[in-house]
């Protein structure tokens, strides 16, 4: 390490898998300074102490952002909003805020309302990385090497902000660009929130017909394939399908309408209509396997 | 070994994964005699005798079937009845014949017109396991070892046919059980061609939606395991969902049902709502894992 790191201090709220990790990266790469946690167990981030996460903490966050070069909101999205308050107090001058939430329209809202003097320094962002596993206990450093995080600046926002929070998540090995919010709202619909609501909703049913026990005895390793999102935590779920509600409902019924298609096709015997279906589904996972190791 | 094999003479019409691997089992316990395989592709039968999987072959199914003590189907569900009928003049008075197909009422009533000599004979079955590969290079003797086997045998049909195919699959190291044809479909409706009809429906939607290269470029790998069953062979599936479209509609529509009640707590935002849901099929597939594990 040479000189002075980029960020001289950094302000985590959310000590857990997300942003563990991100510190975990940026100081094994000399980018950070002091890291000061903030959250509401004191359990949770003594521990973060002693796993080397963090240096000190804070439980209320605007005695945690004071002298903070960056502030990183690592928090479920239903609590977004009123963390942003209760810091706004604090936060200095030229302070450089970002978060890693997985619906971006309602966290610019947030933003707009909570952080108005702060506004152009906020930086939407969303790590599209993750395991099944949560807490501090379970970061490691390497969790964003290779991931993509998109960033959803706003016209107001200040590019010094964007290329700050940019550089940061490079740092830690992610590859990054640039959206519009309702955008990657509609986009992460589509191909994480749709598929969650699918898989939840199936169990959930499953779970509930008269021969439950007889349709998981005899569930292959496909099901166990299919359901494995199904495992995912159930509030932050809960908080991402209220923050992205309208991209979701649209593609809800978007979905609904193709499934009544098929449905259509299963009972009037139609063979030619579920081969192409099918085949065209097989085709496009493939072009997207390859994309995605291109 | 000692003695004579238990099947001094069996034959498996359809020489791929399911098949093969099955006389691969079966050749390996000493269980069976001469194997005689039969398809339509010559240079897939040849591979087969190279690899040791068959002894020899024949492409007639009447001729194949000569002399046999056991016939095993392992077909698409697409040509069981046609298969039936061509094997059915060479059939031996005393052979016990078992198929491998996915849905089993419309195999019964195949049977029942095609081999109306033989019905008592027959025994439907159905082995939960498979690879995302297919083809006899696949197939290999473990492929059943811990697996089920469901059969599906009807009032008619001798239970020494049922004990000797029952054996047959213990051999090669499945959990046999019986169910009744129907509820067989049903369940596997459920817990199978359902997930499978989800996923399928899922790509081919987004891979038509406007935005589709991004949908693409931003998902995550619960994207990828959502969609694993969506890579699985589109006839074999076409037939299937054809063979089982009474059930299959069935679960589609009470699917649709359940997803426009979540699609609802979305759209008005319950969150409560959505937390059950979602706390409840966590739950149920935690004790689906250890039921299966246990």
Redesign the interface.
């Known amino acids: 390490m040479s000189g002075a790191p980029a960020i001289p201090r950094i302000c985590v709220i959310g000590v857990g898998l997300i942003g563990g990790s991100l510190m975990r990266a940026l100081r094994l790469a000399g980018h950070v300074g002091e890291v000061v946690g903030c959250g509401r167990s004191l359990e949770n981030l003594r521990h973060a102490v002693r796993l080397g996460v963090i240096d000190r903490y804070e439980t209320e966050p605007a005695r945690a952002v004071d002298g903070a070069d960056v502030v990183v909101l690592a928090l479920p999205l239903g609590v977004m909003e009123s963390v942003m308050r209760a810091m706004a107090p604090g936060l200095p001058e030229q302070c450089v805020i970002t978060d890693a939430g997985s619906a971006k329209v309602s966290v610019v809202h947030a933003a707009r309302a909570a952080l108005p003097d702060h506004f152009t320094s906020f930086v939407p962002g969303h790590p599209?990385?993750?395991t099944e596993k949560s807490g501090v206990e379970a970061s490691f450093p390497d969790l964003y090497r290779g991931r993509?995080v998109?960033l959803t600046p706003c016209a107001e926002t200040s590019s010094e902000a964007v290329d700050r929070v940019a550089t940061l998540w490079r740092v830690a090995g992610a590859d990054v660009s640039e959206?519009d919010a309702a955008?990657h709202d509609?986009?992460?619909a589509?191909?994480?929130h749709?598929?969650?609501?699918?898989?939840?909703?199936?169990?959930?049913?499953?779970?509930r017909?008269s021969?439950?026990d007889?349709?998981?005895?005899?569930?292959?390793g496909?099901?166990?394939?299919?359901?494995?999102?199904?495992?995912?935590d159930?509030?932050m779920?809960?908080d991402i399908?209220?923050a992205n509600?309208e991209a979701?409902?649209a593609a809800?019924?978007?979905?609904?309408r193709?499934?009544?298609a098929?449905?259509d096709a299963?009972?009037n015997?139609d063979?030619e209509r579920?081969?192409a279906?099918?085949?065209?589904?097989?085709e496009?996972?493939?072009?997207?396997?390859a994309?995605?190791e291109g």
């Open positions: 599209i990385a993750g993509r998109i959206m955008h509609q986009v992460l589509a191909t994480s749709l598929p969650h609501v699918l898989a939840y909703g199936l169990v959930d049913a499953l779970s017909w021969d439950r007889e349709i998981f005895r005899y569930a292959a496909g099901f166990r394939d299919f359901t494995r999102i199904a495992s995912s159930p509030e779920w809960r399908c209220l509600h979701l409902t809800l019924e978007r979905y609904a193709e499934l009544d098929l449905t299963v009972r015997r063979g579920l081969k279906v099918f085949s065209n589904a097989r496009a996972r493939e072009r997207f396997l994309m995605l």
